[in-house]
């Protein structure tokens, strides 16, 4: 948590120098997926980059094999099953 607190994000990019095994998502989803647990679970929230705060808000969360599923039905960028 103190990473996330701690952070200072100004662009999606920087994200992913705190969490190496996170991924943006494209189609402008502002959503970033993250790998937990070795890569047995993931994550998938929306990103908001306010004046002097950045919000994750969680998506879905799920095994690996759950968020293939979704990314099968291209349902990553919009999914809100949280």
Request: aromatic residues 14%; charged residues 20%.
């Amino acid at each position: 948590m103190s990473l996330i607190i701690n952070a200072d994000w100004e662009r999606p990019q920087d994200i992913l120098s705190t969490f190496s095994s996170a991924d943006i998502l494209g189609k402008s989803s502002d959503r970033v997926v993250f790998n937990i647990g070795g890569n047995k679970y993931r994550m998938t929230c929306t990103y908001y980059f306010g004046q002097k705060n950045v919000h994750l808000y969680i998506n879905w969360l799920g095994t690996h094999a759950g968020y293939d599923k979704i990314c099968a039905e291209s349902q990553q960028f919009k999914i809100n099953k949280y």
